[in-house]
């Protein structure tokens, strides 16, 4: 009876936009954006991806999004950063 | 004896749909399917981007397990030989037909569409597929162009016609054979439009005036969005049109008549699509199949119509990864019709009054995700539940990372009240 989630993932080459970001190749992935969707709140994390092994480094984030669905349903207002959410984001890790 | 499955998937179709309570396009197709379907509204794709997307929900797993990010691999070789959702099927003593663009054309579907495991014949791919990205644009000049935007006279294309019409024409061609040998079939129809070039017949602009069109609600690049996030659109600026445009990389923006104009051409695209959808279900009504056929509705991921800056896919943003998901399975969405009634009758756009078909008569909000189309596919057409996978899948040829959402369809509201007057009865 839980809540569903629903996960999404990205891939990137680098941290800033190049001319392969939308479609980089395996072997020039470097971060894997992971997203968490819930009825309440879309929680995205950009963390470190090894192409060699598959693996995603979770300690490794190069930057994250937390977008509140009631009040930006159009994700313009990322407050990932901001304090007030600080209590939010530990609630969800 | 097993219902029949109609799965139709369409390249790019982000839920601008009358039954997902869009006030500009004409679907009434569409909408006429979800008035018999339990229609869920918060659908989202595992990857917005087409191969990794289709072979995880064909599939059921999540792309951590097919290993496929990109468009270079095939996961029976590259990760796991996982079966298929029409593999399962087939092995259920289903005929398996694939027309179209299900699986993604290329390495990741081993040059075969995963051809035999999934499929009975040999997959059908219109013979105009070939022609999607060649110059067949007419420019203001009179020359031909590989445009974004294009809007063609359908006789003058090569063949003198396209290919998601010739794809209608032969699932129907496939639908009469089924019927005529009385034969327990799972039917996959891939459309590839709204898929760039937009490249639809041009009179369905004309349900689009642009003076109606406006930009997307937030069209510039939020302040707060981490760099990582943003997509670059860099498919769509290859494009004759938009290379002419000389737009800056990687932010632009795009002029905003331009980009009302893709806009536009999107939605005409979506029209044109919903055309396809009509003639294809109007054909299952004529074939007397439409009591014994679960229909599923869904699309590969969504697309960025200049929101936050951005167009296209590419992105984790709901506009990118939310998919509109429909089941009509007889007698459970709907009340058995008697055989000579007619479920699904074609609504031509260009006539039909937007309104007067009700929105989905039952809607789920749960968020629901594209890996659960296996299980849940397998449970509605009583089939053993393909088991869970453990926490490490690689050698488990059978196995699903996506639950069932056939729970959520008695959670789902019958939409009795009418919250939208315009579009109801």
Redesign the interface.
Known sequence: DEEPVAFSQYPRPADTPQWNSDKPKLKDIRIMGYSMRTSDYRYTVWVQFNPNNFSANFEDIHAGELYMVETDPNQDCNVYNSTSHGHFLKKIL | DGMNILFIVVDDLRPVLGCYGDKLVKSPNIDQLASQSVVFS????????CAPSRVSFLTGR???TT?L?????YWRVHAGNYSTMPQYFKENGYVTLSVGKVFHPGVSSNYSDDYPYSWSIPPFHPSTEKYENDKTCRGKDGKLYANLLCPVNVTEMPSGTLPDIQSTEEAIRLLNVMKSKKQKFFLAVGYHKPHIPLRYPQEFLKLYPLENITLA??PWV?E????????????IRQRDDVEALNVS???GPLPDDFQRQIRQNYYAAVSYLDMQVGLLLNALDDIGLSNSTIVVFTADHGWSLG??GEW?K?????VA?RVPLMFYVPGVTTSSVGQRERVFPYLDPFSHISGLVPQGKWRS?????LVSLFSTLAELAGLQLPPTCPETSFHVALCTEGAS?VR?FNASEEKDECDEPYRCF
């Open positions: 918060n659908a989202y794709a595992q990857q917005a981007v999540r792309p951590d290993r990010y990109d468009f270079y691999s609600p937030d939020p707060k969005l981490p760099s990582v996030a943003y997509n670059p659109w860099t498919d990389f990687p932010y929101e936050h296209a590419y992105s984790n943003f709901d990864t909000k749960k968020v629901v995700e959402i959520y």
